[in-house]
């Protein structure tokens, strides 16, 4: 009697989103960090887009670029700390021990952070009509950014998922992130 | 109160065909350590309960890990439920059910969210994995606590959650890893009478392991003895005991000064056996309990307290491995 690997997919994603919701620890700063970061560099660096060749005529335009980015990492630091934590606790041996599928269970653990990182552009996007920053394409332009912002979480999310996988030990995740974000803005 | 569960024909059934479990020379290594498995030969038969007891680092839970296919073993074969753990991972999966030692439980779902996701992933059908679930929660004692969070339960509560999930899909075979640690003795009794109840009327097979001779005492059909990977001794907890044969002879001295000269006098009725207080205790060899007390009469050696002890499991740890169960892990520096 095996369970389709739909059901598996719905039934984890439903977990994985419940625990999300369930933590706010984990919602505010997601949102409220990046805002903060906004709130400073727009406030002090206006200046440098008086730079020849500076790519946007408002610096505030530029910085918005950055929350997204940023945001989209929270999310999925969140969910590679998730499933570490369910290496450490063991109740990825208890999943295991069910006929799921390990691919539902990547799936199914990415459903949260994409429900994250949804909730992460809604908000920024709203934020941005109130300062005065609007997508040039309109409605359609925000709902590509959303759901641009719900891959790249996805994405992110699926190496934090590796990486847990790797080292088995939510602390890794966590402290292996920030330098991918680095390596990100070298680049 | 408990659940007529409509497959409940079906799994007898099965039972029948093999639900026992079959070891022959299990080894488990860990890389840079001593064999947390050293050879293990075992066999339980359908319907039976088998203790598992050993102290603190034993390999205990090891050689759970591997029997529930979580753990590849480093050498030996093992069939449980008919299936080779090995070859046949799925198929020994879906016939067991496992509570390990540390209840892994998401703090952060509540109970009815944990039994309904195990159900599902299990491929119950809807109505029946509600069923099912409400079923379980009534058996362990929690359908009042079902819609708060794990988080919040008690030591005792996850432990009751986490047996319910083993029992999600009607297992015929059940390992449970140290199941009564923490427990209070009211929580502990009554996990004893599921369990019972469970191998005696429905004819499920138990693995259980635990620190506890009391528990391997009261509740399993044949107890193996672990001690450094190894099963230094293996019978019904009965014959086991009678292996070790005579009591033992506890005596308090009343002053503390007269401690060498009491064991002096017990030292004559037979060997010193170890004790965690103050006492003094002998395993009789020589006459009994009437000649202890007159021997320290003529001594004129006052004692608080004076037990006759008939032989314990520890009794034959001590016997077998020349240790005393009670601490007999610590001794090694090791922990749980
Ligand atoms: N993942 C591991 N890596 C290295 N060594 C391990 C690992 N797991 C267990 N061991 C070692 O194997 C031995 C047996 O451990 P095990 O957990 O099976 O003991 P146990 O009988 O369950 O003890 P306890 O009563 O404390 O739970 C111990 O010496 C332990 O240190
Ligand atoms: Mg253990």
């Known amino acids: 009697m095996r369970s389709p690997m739909l059901l598996q997919v719905a039934q984890l994603a439903r977990r994985s989103v419940i625990r999300t919701l369930r933590q706010p620890a984990v919602i505010v700063p997601s949102v409220l960090f990046p805002m903060l970061l906004l709130a400073v560099n727009s406030g002090g660096l206006q200046p440098a887009t008086n730079l020849p060749g500076f790519p946007a005529d408002s610096y505030l335009k530029f910085a918005f670029a950055l929350p997204f980015l940023q945001g989209t990492l929270f999310a999925a630091t969140a969910a590679g700390t998730d499933l570490a934590r369910d290496i450490e606790t063991g109740f990825l041996s208890r999943l295991s021990l069910t006929p799921v599928r390990p691919a539902a269970l990547l799936i199914g653990q990415l459903a949260g952070t994409v429900v994250l990182a949804v909730f992460q552009g809604v908000v920024f996007l709203s934020i941005g009509l109130v300062i005065g920053v609007t997508p040039e394409a309109g409605v359609g332009g925000a709902v590509m950014l959303v759901l641009f912002m719900a891959l790249l979480a996805l994405g992110f999310g699926g190496i934090g998922a590796w990486l847990a996988l790797r080292t088995g030990n939510g602390e890794a995740v966590q402290g292996l992130f920030p330098l991918l974000f680095v390596g990100l803005f070298l680049s | ?336």
């Open chain 2, 1 to 336: 109160m408990v659940a007529t569960i409509s497959d409940e024909t079906i799994t007898r059934q099965e039972r029948k065909r093999g639900s026992g479990i079959e070891v022959e020379g299990l080894v488990r290594e860990f890389r840079k350590g001593p064999r947390a498995v050293d050879g293990i030969s075992l066999s339980v038969a359908p319907g039976e309960i088998y203790g598992f007891l050993g102290p603190n680092g034993a390999g205990k839970s090891t050689t759970v890990l591997m029997l529930t296919t979580l753990l590849p073993p480093t050498a030996g074969v093992a069939r449980v439920a008919g299936h080779d753990i090995v070859r046949e991972g799925p198929k020994v999966r879906a016939a067991i059910g496992a509570a390990l030692q540390e209840a892994a439980l998401d703090p952060l779902l509540t109970g009815r969210e944990h039994l309904g996701l195990q159900a599902a992933l299990h491929g119950l059908p809807k109505q029946e994995r509600k069923r099912r679930g409400e079923a379980l929660l009534e058996r362990v004692g929690l359908t009042e606590a079902a819609d708060r969070k794990v988080g919040g339960y008690s030591g005792g509560m996850k432990r009751r959650l986490d047996l319910a999930l083993a029992l999600v899909h009607n297992p015929r075979v059940l390992f449970l890893d140290e199941p009564t640690t923490g427990l209070d003795p009211q929580s502990r009794s009554a996990l004893w009478q599921e369990v019972a109840r469970l191998a005696h009327e429905e004819g499920v097979t138990v693995f259980l392991t635990t620190q506890y001779l009391e528990e391997a005492d009261q509740l399993a059909d044949r107890v193996g003895i672990i001690d450094r990977g190894r099963i230094v001794a293996e019978d019904t907890p009965a014959a086991l005991k009678a292996q070790v044969g005579r009591p033992s002879v506890e005596a308090v001295p009343a002053n503390p000064k007269d401690r060498a000269a009491i064991q002096r006098t017990l030292e004559r009725f037979g060997d010193l056996v170890t004790t965690q207080s103050s006492a003094v205790a002998v395993r009789l060899s020589r006459g009994d309990l009437t000649d202890v007390v007159r021997a320290l009469d003529v001594e004129g050696l006052p004692v608080a307290n004076l037990k006759l002890n008939a032989p314990t499991l520890d009794d034959v740890f001590l016997a077998k491995t020349g240790r005393s169960l009670e601490g007999a892990g610590e001794s090694e520096g090791e922990q749980g």
